[in-house]
């Protein structure tokens, strides 16, 4: 049911209650009730658009639980979802909620960390290119669910790595800081994607702001790693000051390839002779806007896709700036 979770690394349950199916329960319509899945509140759900959503999984329980009354067997529940967990191979699922053991905690600014969960020796977490994953979290008695886009490169063995940004009055920044290495914390995925191909676009550019670099930086590393794969790419990075610049000495490193360029908006630095010298050069002072994107684009060495992460009004504002443009719809992708 949607309140469930499967351990892959701990073998206790961690869903919010257990519940053991008996031939010999009374088959009364109390007992049916208690099986019956409940309907998800709107605060479970994380709004990016998931498929499943949890009100499909629900959904789909009910229909379940309904043939199950039908037949009168409440071991038809059991059966179902017992053949389902064996013919998924995979290390998570998209509707079962699966624990994973918090190996690692680092600070990369004053409300942002990057935070690593353990996998099985040898395993990868299983995603394609701009993959998110839900996570789920309790407030007060109430579930929430977020949506998250892990930065570790699409192969990475034995962990994965998710960027999280808290904020003072959000309910899952609530949960999210409460985390003590260790921890079982459950996720549920993949969903989304960028349906990503060596050499197909010729040049992306990336504008991301805050932690919409998230997305952009397994496609990076997925370009650089192979060899074959001529794309250039330019990554326009948008933060309040250089302090808030996330992933410092990644992309500082993934720079250094021969067709990877990385240029940074900050909208709250006053002047550039404040920042190292290496980024000096590659830095707007103030907001991205129209002329400044021109100029990026001018920049390009080829008519670029472009690729778009951020809050609602950041992609509502790149949307419009490519739109004044004349960059073609198709030619522009939103995580």
Same mark, same amino acid.
């Given at each position: 049911m949607p309140?469930?979770?499967?351990?892959?690394?701990? $073998?206790q349950h961690v869903g919010q209650q257990d519940v053991v199916y008996s031939s010999e329960m009374?088959?009364?319509s109390d007992d049916w009730l208690s099986l019956k899945p409940v309907q998800p509140l709107p605060s479970q759900c994380c709004g990016s658009g998931c498929t499943p959503c949890i009100f499909d999984i629900y959904q789909k329980e009910l229909?379940? @639980?309904?043939?199950?009354?039908?037949?009168?067997?409440?071991?038809?529940?059991?059966?179902?979802e017992t053949n389902k967990k064996d013919s998924n191979a995979a290390i998570i699922d998209s509707e079962m909620f699966t624990a994973f053991k918090l190996c690692s905690v680092e600070r990369l600014t004053d409300d942002t960390c990057q935070y690593r969960f353990e996998l099985p020796?040898? @395993?990868?977490?299983?995603?394609?290119?701009?993959q998110h994953i839900v996570l789920r979290g309790t407030v007060n008695d109430m579930e929430l669910q977020r949506a998250y886009t892990p930065i570790s490169p699409v192969d990475m063995e034995d962990s994965f790595e998710?960027?999280?940004?808290? /904020? $003072?009055?959000g309910l899952m920044s609530q949960y999210v800081q409460s985390w003590k290495v260790n921890d079982s914390i459950c996720w549920r995925g993949p969903f989304g994607?960028? $349906? /990503?191909?060596p050499n197909k676009y010729g040049q992306?550019?990336?504008?991301?702001?805050?932690?919409?670099v998230a997305p952009m930086l397994p496609i990076m590393q997925h370009i650089t790693g192979n060899e074959d794969d001529e794309t250039f790419v330019t990554l326009v990075g948008c933060f309040r000051n250089f302090k808030s610049i996330y992933m410092k000495p990644l992309l500082q490193d993934l720079s250094l390839y021969w067709n990877i360029k990385t240029v940074y908006a900050l909208s709250q630095e006053e002047t550039i002779d404040n920042l190292p010298w290496s980024y000096q050069e590659k830095t707007h002072i103030g907001r991205i806007d129209c002329d400044v994107l021109r100029s990026v684009i001018d920049s390009c060495?080829?008519? $670029?896709y472009v690729l778009i992460c951020g809050s609602l009004t950041f992609n509502e504002d790149m949307v419009n700036y490519l739109k004044r443009l004349e960059l073609q719809e198709d030619s522009c992708f939103i995580f």
């Open positions: 309140d469930s979770c499967i351990h892959y690394i701990l $073998p009374d088959e009364s229909a379940l @639980w309904e043939e199950a009354k039908k037949r009168n067997d409440k071991n038809y529940l059991t059966n179902k020796r040898g @395993w990868t977490l299983g995603l394609t290119l701009g998710v960027l999280i940004k808290c /904020y $003072p009055d994607g960028f $349906p /990503y191909e992306l550019l990336m504008l991301a702001s805050g932690t919409g060495r080829r008519k $670029p």
